[in-house]
């Protein structure tokens, strides 16, 4: 069985930085695409950033330069590491990865929240 198990949400201060990974399991990643989406609250699910499996990249505009996304095959794993947080950038942080046009399996999401 396919599952993706998101970790790293946390309360941060403006500014500050945070890791968030997402652990797959049931099968191996490394061949497909995986990325991250947010939503924050009152707002629409948001595409934040995607990696194909050679590890190209992709990102929105409300988070180039600030967030990076990676992964590492050994251990079935994405990251994104998010820095110079921001308050807009509180929402629930979603991965999933893409075994084709039509199948796609998501994570539970894990809440970040930017406050002082």
Do not use: H
Request: hydrophobic letters at 30%; proline letters at 3%.
């Amino acid at each position: 069985q396919v599952q993706l198990v998101e970790s790293g949400g946390d309360l941060v201060q403006p500014g500050g930085s945070l890791r968030l990974s997402c652990v797959g399991s049931g099968t191996s990643f490394s061949m497909y695409p995986m990325g991250w989406y947010r939503q924050g609250p009152g707002k629409l699910r948001e595409l934040v950033a995607t990696i194909t499996r050679n590890s190209s990249t992709n990102y929105s505009d409300s988070v180039k330069g600030r967030f990076t996304i990676s992964r590492d095959v050994a251990k079935n794993t994405a990251y994104l590491q998010m820095n110079s947080l921001k308050p807009e950038d509180t929402a629930v942080y979603y991965c999933y990865v893409d075994f084709s046009l039509r199948t796609r399996y998501w994570g539970q999401g894990t809440q970040v929240t930017v406050s002082s």
